[in-house]
Structures are given as C-alpha cells and as structure tokens.
C-alpha cells in the first residue's frame, strides 16, 4: 500500500508563472489536507478537501491560490502568478475519515520561485 | 484560540538524557493531540497521540503527559538517542465539522554523542 505520494518532489518556477502541485492520496482514503511550510517555520493549514468538496479553506490566501480534489485523479494545489514569498515546502496529507485519525503525509513539494 | 504554542525553539541532549518539549493550547474545543517527527526532507511521521481523556499515554521511550486544566501537554522522550535527532511537532485538532490539525512550530532536537 503505497504512502501518499506528491509530485514533483522539487519544482523552480519563475515570478509570475504558474505552480501545479499534485497529491495522490493513500488508496482509501478520501480526505486530503494541504499544509505549507516554511523555512525553519511549523506546518500552516491551507486547505481540506474530500472527493469534488472544499471543505475548509480558511488557510488559503484569498488570491492566487486553489485547490481541487476531483472525483478521478489526484488533488491538485495551484497557485497563479508566484512571487518569491510562495517559496516553500507544501505537504499534502490525507486520512480514511474525519477527526482522531492519523493524518498521513507525503514527502512534499518544495517550490522556489527565481 | 486556534495557536499551538510549542517550546523551546531548540534543544541539545546528551545521548541517554530526557528530551522535554512543551505546548500549550487554548481552545478547549481541541479533543486529539497528536505529536509529529520530521526528519530533514522527509513529512512529517505521527510519533504518539493523545486523547484529553487520559492524562498520560506512553510508548516505549516516548510519553505524552496531558494536563486538561492547564491545557498544557508535553512529550517526553527517554534514554535519548543520536537518532531522535530531528524537528518535533505538536498539533491539535478538534472533530467538529470537519478534520483539521492546527501545528506548534516545531522544536529541533540535537542528541549528542
């Protein structure tokens, strides 16, 4: 059973390009959990989604970023225009059902933005 | 009232010494605190987790003290090893319309040799 899994592990992106961040879930589970963290920095929630729903993105800046879990495939963050501030190491997480249960993480996607 | 406040920053232990790292919350609401290890480049792997239930939870040489009224809980790591070298979370999280874990800001444990 293959943990969760994000890719690109490492991605470099221009200041005003685009960031497409994807996170395969571990298989059953159907909640997803995306986390930024910065350097030296603890881990910020950004955004819950299960299957087609957000379901709480309070951690979400108000512009350029998304997020969707679509019924088939994984879940992608995307964040338009980078600026420098969006360097960091995102990490999604997911779990088989909600509260008390062991969010699993995946090894995370490390931006930088040049 | 959604903080975790974790301490100290930063930590240096004797190999076999008591590793001690604290966190305080204030939401009462919060009913799971769950305790993370993170070792450079990888996520973050749950390491034990507590309930508000029980006042302490331990597994081998790591232990969670809990005090509800204090809402304080700290992790305990015992006979400290060169390899327990890495970044420690505590975290919070309620189960109330919806799952989502709120993160101290880490401790850097360094066990010497």
């Known amino acids: 059973n293959a943990g969760v899994m994000q890719n690109p592990r490492h991605l470099v992106r221009r200041r005003g390009q685009e960031a497409r961040l994807r996170c395969s879930p571990m298989k059953g589970h159907s909640h997803v959990y995306w986390y930024r963290q910065l350097p030296e920095e603890g881990l910020k929630f950004m955004v819950y989604l299960q299957k087609e729903n957000i379901i709480d993105e309070s951690g979400m800046p108000k512009e350029r970023f998304s997020a969707e879990f679509p019924k088939e495939g994984p879940s992608i963050l995307r964040i338009q225009q980078v600026v420098r501030g969006d360097s960091a190491a995102y990490f999604c997480?997911?779990?088989?059902?909600?509260?008390?249960?062991?969010?699993?993480f995946g090894q995370g996607t490390r931006l930088t933005v040049v | 009232q959604q903080q975790v406040k974790q301490s100290p920053q930063s930590l240096i232990v004797q190999k076999g010494g008591i590793s001690i790292i604290n966190c305080a919350y204030e939401n009462t609401a919060f009913d799971y605190f769950p305790w993370y290890q993170q070792f450079p480049g990888k996520g973050p792997a749950l390491l034990i987790a507590?309930?508000?239930?029980?006042s302490e939870k331990k597994e081998g040489r790591f232990t969670i003290s809990f005090n509800k009224s204090a809402k304080q809980f700290s992790l305990h790591i015992m006979d400290s090893q060169p390899g327990d070298s890495a970044t420690y979370f505590c975290?919070?999280?309620?189960?109330?319309?919806?799952?989502?874990?709120?993160f101290g800001a880490g401790t850097r444990l360094f066990v010497k040799a």
């Open positions: 975290a919070a999280s309620m189960n109330t319309g919806g799952f989502k874990t709120i």
């Open positions: 507590i309930r508000p239930d029980v």
């Open positions: 997480a997911s779990s088989p059902t909600t509260g008390n249960t062991e969010a699993f």
